[in-house]
């Protein structure tokens, strides 16, 4: 499976060829992260369905992972705030 495309429009970025380094900056904010999970909340009516889910969940865990690894003063380029 090469492409996921989003059975919701907030998980737009769950797909195999994204070549974001992070994900869009609407994820990183408080009203953009509940949205998502809402949309998590749906279930799943196809394995596809089910890859874009299980792909959604993994790139948020990265984000957050690298988000908690950075010192506030230290933050890389392109890094969403």
């Known amino acids: 499976m090469n492409d996921t495309s989003p059975f919701n429009p907030l998980l737009e970025f769950a797909m195999w060829t994204s070549q974001e380094a992070y994900l869009p900056p609407a994820f990183h904010t408080q009203m953009g992260f509940k949205k998502v999970l809402n949309s998590l909340h749906i279930p799943p009516t196809s394995a596809k369905h089910q890859v874009t889910m299980v ?27």
Do not use: H, S, Y
């Open 55 to 81: 792909l959604a969940l993994g790139l948020m865990i990265q984000d957050i992972m690298c988000v908690v690894e950075i010192e506030p003063d230290q933050c890389p380029p392109g890094v969403p705030e």
